[in-house]
């Protein structure tokens, strides 16, 4: 029998300190290593969501809403 996959969730406010700059370079990487791993994950970003998804497309989504913040 197969594991059911939790979704993770990748959010602004676990991202350490509050220092803007700092918890978007970290989940950044979090996105990164999430993609890397083949993790399905979402993100949370305040009032922005990108709901959890995987792949090539699913990075870039994250990577902007992150850029966009």
């Known amino acids: 029998p197969q ?4 979704d993770l969730w990748l959010d602004l406010r676990q991202a350490g300190p509050p ?3 700092r918890q978007l370079s970290r989940l950044c990487a979090w ?5 890397r791993l ?5 993100l949370r970003l ?5 709901q ?3 792949g090539q497309a699913h990075k870039r989504q994250c990577l902007e809403a992150l850029a966009l913040c």
């Open 38 to 42: 083949g993790l399905r994950y979402g």
């Open 3 to 6: 594991a059911e996959r939790q």
């Open 52 to 54: 959890p998804g995987s």
């Open 46 to 50: 305040g009032a922005a969501e990108v």
């Open 19 to 21: 220092d803007l700059e």
């Open 31 to 35: 996105v990164l290593q999430a993609d």
